[in-house]
């Protein structure tokens, strides 16, 4: 036991002076990571239900489809999660939550559910949970090439008034334990993700918001190209690890 | 009773004092790779040192240090473990690695504690504001020589 306690730590250790990027359930507490892999005792399940729920559901009234009337049953979402963030036609970058915002809008002829809305959190995480185990393989090429410029500018670029980046915590300090937590890659791979913290499921943006915080900077709104870009960056250093999508996280 | 919640009172009123000063960077004189003045002349007190060491809104050190007390839970490791930084690091040595670590090491990961120049995206609510005031700096400077074993 403590032998394997040694040997990891060790391993540790060894691959982030590799400079390889682990999985966030590498970083995981063996409980939690038991419960990330349950669904029935996984407390985000009770948002993919829901959001399975609003997949079948026409808006009221809008005489309009619901999700399931232009895309079938929402096992054909599968493997959509791990392409986003992506470039829209119009060349915005869109997330999974502004992808399903956009299909409210257009589509549906509904008032958006609004960023972090229980509704859409629900919606995202059961699109995201059908990509579960997938590989990421987000495009960087083309129009995403500028975004992603974009994504690893604002991840060098120390911040705030404790003047940190991303890249000093998530690269430079991985495994090493800031107060309670240990600091993973810093990777979106979870998310939406059932936090204990919030006792609910909140988006990538919510947790990077509360990183900027951490470091004291302006943060940034929900949607705003700033996050939209370090998520897509996000993904692209994630690229070929599984989607764990809905996660459990302290 | 009286007795029981006296001692976070006057904690929080030597915290309030303490963030009081804190609104601006007060002139100093770096020698090499110390600051052998206390700001402003004023003397420390190890024990507030500590306080703000502790803190998690104010020094909030302990995301990234350990210090010699049990009774801390959730120490940090990104950092050096303070204990025994009194022997290693003389008063001057602390009170620079503290205003501005990057005068040391351009590349410190640690914060400046009392700088407010050349920094990039402040939130609103500590814009312009050095994260320790003058008083805050030198309790610690204070605690932290007193760190000798």
């Given at each position: 036991m403590r032998a394997g306690a040694a040997l990891l730590a060790c391993c540790w250790a060894v691959t982030a002076l590799a400079g390889d990027v682990r999985a966030p359930?590498?970083?995981?507490?063996p409980e939690l990571r038991t419960l990330q892999d349950d669904p029935a005792r996984h407390p985000g399940w009770l948002w993919v239900e829901q959001g399975e729920a609003l997949w079948r559901?026409?808006?009221?009234?809008?005489?309009k489809q619901a999700c399931a009337g232009c895309?079938?049953?929402?096992?054909?979402?599968?493997?959509v999660a791990a392409r986003y963030p992506a470039v829209a036609a119009d060349g915005a970058l869109l997330n999974l939550e502004l992808r399903i915002e956009r299909c409210r809008t257009e589509q549906q002829g509904a008032s958006a559910y609004g960023y972090e809305s229980e509704a859409l959190l629900s919606l995202t995480a059961a699109i995201a949970a059908r990509s579960r185990g997938q590989p990421v393989n987000v495009r960087v090429d083309g129009p995403a090439a500028a975004k992603l410029a974009d994504g690893r500018l604002l991840y060098s670029l120390r911040q705030g008034q404790l003047n940190l980046s991303c890249q000093q915590c998530?690269?430079?300090?991985?495994?090493?334990?800031l107060r309670g937590d240990v600091i993973s890659h810093?990777?979106?791979?979870?998310?939406p993700a059932y936090r204990l913290e919030w006792n609910g499921v909140g988006s990538l943006h919510r947790r990077l918001r509360a990183c900027s915080l951490g470091v004291r900077a302006v943060q940034a709104p929900f949607g705003s190209p700033d996050y939209l870009a370090l998520e897509l960056f996000l993904a692209d250093k994630a690229r070929?690890?599984?989607?764990?999508?809905?996660g459990i996280r302290r | 009773m009286t007795v029981r919640w006296a001692a976070p009172v006057v904690a929080a009123c030597l915290l309030a004092l303490a963030t009081a000063g804190a609104s601006e960077v007060v002139p100093f004189q770096a020698a090499g790779d110390t600051i052998e003045q206390p700001l402003r002349g004023l003397s420390g007190d190890a024990v507030r040192g500590a306080l703000v060491v502790k803190n998690r809104e104010t020094g909030n050190c302990l995301i990234c240090h350990a210090i010699?007390?049990?009774?801390?839970?959730?120490?940090?490791?990104?950092?050096?473990?303070?204990?025994g930084v009194g022997l290693r690091l003389t008063e001057g040595q602390i009170r620079l690695r503290l205003v501005d670590p990057t005068q040391v090491n351009?590349?410190?990961?640690?914060?400046?504690?009392?700088r407010v120049s050349g920094?990039?995206?402040?939130?609103a609510r500590y814009a312009?504001?050095?994260?320790?005031?003058a008083q805050e700096i030198e309790d610690v400077v204070a605690y932290l020589a007193s760190l000798k074993e």
């Open positions: 359930r590498a970083f995981l507490s559901a026409a808006p009221p009234d809008s005489g895309h079938g049953d929402i096992t054909g979402m599968s493997g998530h690269e430079e300090n991985v495994g090493k334990r810093g990777l979106g791979t979870g998310y070929g690890l599984a989607v764990e999508a809905p | 010699p007390d049990r009774t801390e839970r959730f120490q940090g490791e990104i950092g050096p473990p303070l204990a351009p590349r410190a990961i640690m914060p400046a504690y009392h920094l990039t995206n402040v939130d312009k504001m050095p994260v320790l005031g």
